[in-house]
């Protein structure tokens, strides 16, 4: 059984992709962080995340986080390779 993603306001989904569906759903994709963070991506290199849905410019890994906790990077999801 796979592990729920939890967000900052209880909000549940069963993946980094749910996550990404659902900020896309409502619009918010493009919006900016309320501070840029410094993702470690998967690949092993590091760039700094300014929009709630971007990707890491060295693999294309596509990283989320709902608006209600982009302001605490540990929610910070990842989606899949240009998902």
């Keep these: 059984m796979e592990e729920m993603i939890y967000m900052k306001c209880g909000c549940e989904f069963k ?21 840029p963070v410094k993702v470690n991506c998967s690949c092993g290199e590091s760039y700094m995340k300014t929009k709630l849905i ?10 989320a986080v709902t ?13 899949g390779i240009n998902y």
Excluded at 16 to 32: L, N, W
Excluded at 54 to 63: E, I, V
């Design 15 to 35: 993946n980094g992709q749910a996550v990404a569906d659902k900020v896309r759903m409502k619009g918010f994709a493009d919006q900016e962080m309320p501070q």
């Design 67 to 79: 608006p209600c906790s982009a302001d605490d990077h540990n929610y910070i999801v990842p989606a």
């Design 54 to 63: 971007d990707n890491c410019p060295n693999c294309q890994m596509t990283y």
